[in-house]
């Protein structure tokens, strides 16, 4: 802040001249609501959630407190349904990203080419993703999943079979749900992809006599693979974080068998009121979260720079 | 004709395919309870308003009106947070701005469940629990990223000429703004503005653990169904229907900028 005399530190081009104090506050002035904004309503909280993990804290004892080093994070990761939601959390964000993928990528190619009433075909398949996901998980439950009267089993019942999805299939059962709603979000990156291909240069591939396979494949796919990883990166932060599905269709169960880490944590928290020990998870959880984030942001970075 | 016409046709089968629960859940919601769940399903019946009447009946009401307050409020405050913050990141070079910028994107990656049990205890020691004006702050800082990030990616759009122009014409940074920025993304601003309010009407972690009653929003109401599951379809049909309808039609006034918004910029 005593920055007078130190060099400009803009990346963005020499300074013409060196800037006053008062210059650069100026400067800097319209920032500063946003960011404190953003620091006390994220940032502190979160060095709280570190500063409880350190805490032996009950919301039901009062009398509980005081600091237990690391005890919390002992009693977290060695906590079978703690393990048991990790592995949930995986499965199901790797499911539910690598299906919405697959069906996205398949979906922006066919919305890429010009065919009669493409636009409403877009409005149709980007509908999911706007529905609110506690009216998504609700739907699936009554009318698509119920072993009676859903409209799945109608659907499969005329080959003689009969599914209680959400009994017999619980992680099936939301990575369906959950790939339903995320397949337009992957659509919608890929295809802002798909169009961001250079025209000339297809069409130069088609004057030298490459088929449609081999355009896709030496000048597409490098293309796309960009937006595909963009595509991976924030599916995956999106649905790791996954709870509105869990508490609505499977409270977690049956047993633990579709508990994931948010839903872990929750009942943690306001279920049991270990205060310490759930933010002993949140902790662990972010620790996971910053090696995807770091991956995410260098991605992210670089689609960036290019605009630079 | 041939090939392409063959896959016009997959995508329109697709696309059905993937509207068709949403259909479903809107043609429940105008049937009786006895032709909501049948085997095998009731596709003709006679529309009626019944479920409408009675859910809007239920205390729906109060509920809407949380989610209009949390919902616009928040949006409102995150764009007059987010303009000035993006025009320091972008129209000005300010010291380590890239940094601020990554900083804005990383609070997005922070999973909720690491925030909840401190804003929480907060939030009950400052008596301000179960209280909409809580939840709008949260969801402001929620939407902070995406604003910021988005509203960025307009500006650097601006054509340059223009902003010369204005400086040349003497135009205080004030004067430039209202004048001369702003009218130009305004686009931009309602596309921003709209994938705010998709993101704070939607959210349902925060509004459940941080209200009880007073302050509770659609989709805790939403919740109160699952208790006499099976019981109510088609009430639950037609209270899903106006809980989602607000987004769904936001969203498809904004569908152009959605992936500009999902992608917070990266992508245009």
């Not at chain 1, 994220?42 to 080093?69: A, K, M």
């Not at chain 2, 800082?141 to 223009?162: D, G, Q, T």
């Amino acid at each position: 802040m005593t920055a007078q005399t130190t060099p400009d530190t803009a990346r963005g081009g020499p300074a013409p001249r060196e800037l006053t104090r008062g210059e650069r506050w100026g400067r800097r002035g319209p920032l500063l609501p946003g960011l404190l904004f953003v620091i006390a309503l994220t940032q502190i909280p979160f060095l709280f959630t570190v500063y409880y993990s350190f805490q032996d804290s009950n919301l039901l004892r009062p009398e509980s407190g005081g600091f237990t080093g690391l005890a919390n994070y002992g009693a977290v990761l060695g906590d079978p349904l703690f393990r048991n939601a990790v592995l949930n959390t995986v499965l199901l964000t790797a499911g539910a990203v690598l299906l919405s993928l697959v069906l996205g990528l398949g979906l922006a190619l066919l919305l890429d080419r010009a065919f009669l009433g493409r636009g409403v075909v877009r409005t149709l398949m980007i509908t999911p993703f706007l529905v609110m996901p506690v009216a998504a998980a609700l739907l699936w439950k009554t009318s698509m999943y119920h072993p009676v009267y859903g409209l799945l089993n109608w659907v499969i019942s005329p080959f003689g079979v009969r599914v209680d999805w959400v009994n017999d299939f619980p992680l099936l059962s939301i990575v369906l749900v959950l790939a339903w709603q995320w397949t337009p979000f992957m659509m919608l990156i890929l295809l802002a992809g798909l169009q961001s291909q250079p025209p000339e240069v297809l069409e130069a591939a088609r004057v030298d006599g490459a088929g449609p396979l081999e355009t896709f494949r030496s000048i597409t796919f490098p293309h796309l693979r960009r937006f595909l990883e963009l595509a991976l990166l924030l599916g995956t932060i999106y649905i790791v974080q996954t709870f509105d599905a869990i508490y609505m269709i499977t409270q977690g169960g049956p047993g633990q068998a579709t508990t994931n880490l948010p839903y872990f944590i929750y009942l943690q928290a306001f279920r049991a009121f270990e205060v310490g020990e759930a933010a002993a998870a949140g902790v662990v959880v972010v620790a996971a979260t910053l090696v995807i984030a770091m991956f995410a942001l260098r991605v992210v970075s670089s689609l960036f720079e290019e605009e630079s | 004709m041939g090939p392409g016409f063959g896959l016009g046709l997959l995508a329109w089968v697709v696309g059905v395919l993937f509207f068709f629960p949403v259909l479903w859940m809107f043609l429940t919601g105008f049937k009786q309870e006895s032709q909501a769940s049948t085997d095998p399903p009731t596709f003709w019946f006679e529309p009626t308003l019944d479920q409408y009447a009675a859910v809007l009946g239920r205390d729906f009401v109060p509920y809407l009106l949380n989610s209009l307050q949390a919902s616009v409020l928040s949006t409102a405050l995150a764009i007059v947070l987010a303009v000035p913050a993006a025009y320091a990141l972008s129209l000005v070079r300010i010291p380590k701005w890239r940094d601020s910028l990554f900083f804005f994107l990383s609070t997005k990656l922070l999973p909720p469940v690491a925030m909840i049990l401190p804003l929480y205890v907060i939030a009950r020691n400052l008596g301000a629990l179960d209280d909409v004006r809580t939840l709008t702050l949260v969801y402001t800082a929620m939407n902070m990223p995406i604003a910021v990030w988005m509203i960025r990616s307009f500006l650097v759009e601006l054509p340059e000429e223009v902003l010369e122009a204005a400086r040349m014409d003497g135009a205080g940074r004030i004067r430039e703004m209202r004048s001369v920025i702003l009218p130009m993304i305004a686009p931009g601003l309602a596309a921003t503005a709209l994938i705010c309010f998709i993101f704070a009407w939607n959210e349902f972690f925060f509004a459940v653990n941080l209200t009880a009653s007073q302050a509770s929003t659609v989709p805790v109401f939403l919740v109160g169904f699952i208790s006499g599951e099976g019981l109510f379809w088609a009430r639950l049909s037609a209270a899903s229907t106006m809980a989602a309808l607000p987004v769904i039609i936001a969203g498809w006034a904004a569908q152009r900028w959605l992936v500009r918004g999902l992608s917070l910029g990266a992508i245009k």
